[in-house]
């Protein structure tokens, strides 16, 4: 296992709500608004190293769904589920709303890269700003005894790259 792999595991293990950056609770907020049809699947876009991937985790470690990666075998536990690395076009974004049904679910949460370009769907945009960074530090050391590194960073990616070194 590679030291980056380690580091990325060792922040699921860990990771609970608290760990949310503020930018990251703004869109938990929102996915908790838009909990109900006929909002049966949403977008959750951002740039690489924005946190999406983190969000879906503590989606699931919240017991609010079940995660899965695009391509992969889904498992669900639980009546949501966040499909992660989702394409974006909006033929395959249609094709989820059959699902939802065919699963016996209630929503389907798509972490995209960009903005799937459905006028019916609800999207958020995630985002890095300073404070994001700082919480993000802040729970590094707090849960893993880890110090962010010095530097300027424009997405926590960047951070775990440079700390896995």
Known sequence: MSNLSAINARIRDRLARPWLTPSEAAVWDQIQQFDAPPHRVINVYG?????????GWVLEREKYASYSTWGENITLTLPRLVVDDAPSDKTSSREFRPMIERLGIKQIILLTRTRVNERDMPSFELKVDDLDLEHFGANLFRYLHLTMPEGSFRNYKSVVAVLAR
């Open 47 to 55: 740039a690489e190293g924005t946190g999406k991937t983190f969000l």
